[in-house]
């Protein structure tokens, strides 16, 4: 049985992963920001271990990171945001920007290092930072600009976190889930949660050494970087 963290599971792929985890009967510790996310998270993984902080709020991190004494065996950084509405190269909510790449960018560095501790107890640590396609610097497109670069800038902060921890066999990497339906993706995205999740997991478990510094998708397919 391994130990799982998830951040950011209030709802949507991190709410799944924590149920799926918990209904196969893997140790689950999850993360919500408010109360509410707490309440549907403890609905659907109550079996789950719960912690509350906002990926923007270092300490408040740090200080659910020292509620946590056991290895961690995959870490999932999954909270993430849309952003503004207003993203565009000729027209840019700027601040709104600005608080999408603390939440998206730098949100998933802040929870990573405050748990490495405790990940790098683990016999087989794995760090999965939920990333997007659309951060793929090879993929055309001009819609939602401010979301792509924050995705994009998480994706050189994995191959920067997986170079400073190879030596120390923790495995990095970046994963696209697909175009989701939940709340973030919408109604019209081709994906069903259940089946995005069931990937993610299957993946994770899968990593070994040689898939760090890689960017998968659920299927375990590899993306431009």
Not at 38 to 66: C, H, M, N, W, Y
Not at 196 to 218: C, H, K, M, N, W
Request: proline share 4%; aromatic share 4%.
């Amino acid at each position: 049985m391994a130990h799982w963290l998830i951040a950011g599971a209030s709802r949507g792929i991190g709410l799944e992963a924590a149920r799926q985890l918990s209904a196969r009967g893997e140790r689950v510790t999850a993360s919500a920001r408010s109360a509410s996310g707490l309440s549907a998270l403890k609905t659907a993984a109550p079996g789950a271990a719960t912690l509350q902080f906002d990926v923007r709020d270092e300490t408040a991190i740090r200080a659910a990171a020292a509620q946590v004494s056991d290895p961690i065996d995959v870490l999932i950084a999954n909270a993430g945001a849309y952003g503004p509405q207003r993203q565009s190269s000729l027209d840019m909510d700027f601040e709104g920007a600005l608080d999408l790449l603390s939440v998206n960018t730098f949100g998933p560095l802040r929870v990573v290092q405050a748990f490495l501790p405790l990940v790098k107890r683990s016999e087989r640590p794995r760090i999965v930072m939920m990333s997007s396609r659309l951060g793929s610097m090879s993929l055309d497109g001009t819609s939602n600009v401010a979301y792509r670069v924050s995705k994009a800038g998480l994706n050189k902060i994995v191959q920067c976190l997986a170079t400073d921890l190879e030596g120390e066999g923790v495995v990095v990497v970046a994963m696209h889930p697909g175009w989701v339906r939940t709340e973030m993706g919408g109604p019209n995205a081709t994906l069903d949660v259940r089946d995005s999740v069931a990937g993610i997991i299957q993946v994770a478990e899968s990593l070994t050494p040689a898939d760090t510094r890689s960017y998968r998708d659920y299927r375990g397919e590899d993306i431009p970087w």
